[in-house]
Nanobody, 113 residues
Framework: QVQLVESGGGLVQPGGSLRLSCVVS????????MHWHRQVPGKERELVAY???????NYAASVKGRFTISRDNAKNTVYLQMNNLKPEDTAVYYC???????WGQGTQVTVAS
């Protein structure tokens, strides 16, 4: 059974940082693309960042220069380092494996003073 488990969310002040983790079990993700998405209630889910097996990355314009996606294949884990957080980054963040459409349960990030 494949499981994606996100962690690292929480409440942070504007300008602060968080590091999200997505641990994958039941699937070797080293040769696959991995995504981070986020969703605000009432809005469509947004693709935030992408990382390829060769660690080519891409970001939504709204987070470029502030967020960094990375992967540790030995740990089957994908990370999202989020710096200079803004209130508009508040959302539930999900990791996904798009090839087989696997998703985690999400982790809440709230940016507020």
């Amino acid at each position: 059974q494949v499981q994606l488990v996100e962690s690292g969310g929480g409440l942070v002040q504007p300008g602060g940082s968080l590091r999200l983790s997505c641990v994958v079990s039941g699937l070797d993700t080293s040769a696959t693309v991995m995504h981070w998405h986020r969703q605000v209630p009432g809005k469509e889910r947004e693709l935030v960042a992408y990382i390829s097996p060769r660690r080519v990355t891409n970001y939504a314009a709204s987070v470029k220069g502030r967020f960094t996606i990375s992967r540790d294949n030995a740990k089957n884990t994908v990370y999202l380092q989020m710096n200079n957080l803004k209130p508009e980054d508040t959302a539930v963040y999900y990791c996904s494996q798009p090839q087989y459409n696997y998703w985690g349960q999400g982790t809440q990030v709230t940016v507020a003073s």
